[in-house]
């Protein structure tokens, strides 16, 4: 399904905790717009009927069904962006934006 590195678990564990919302799964969502580009979302929820749970690297996660065919395949990253500055990254096969080929190379 999906996977969640290292530093991407600490970071939402640390947020749960700063938030005292330890008992809660964390919910990764997708959705397609127009254009075909993902924007995706991360919060923390309780598991509903039409959920997938899943555990990865200690993290209790949940997919709605709807989703889960758009996620498959995909990493969650906690990456430096600039210095001092981190952000999550989603990096997903299914997205047209990371499936983008390099160039030939043709003259």
Sequence with gaps: MIKITPEAANQVRRSAEHNK???MYLRVAVRREDDGSFVYGMGFD???EDDTHFVSEGIDV???NANKNLL???TIDFVEINPGEHQFIFINPND???NVSPPTGDK
Excluded: C, D, F, K
């Design 96 to 98: 047209p934006a990371h």
């Design 72 to 74: 498959e395949g995909a």
């Design 46 to 48: 309780e598991q509903g």
């Design 21 to 23: 919302i330890e008992n």
């Design 62 to 64: 949940l997919v709605s």
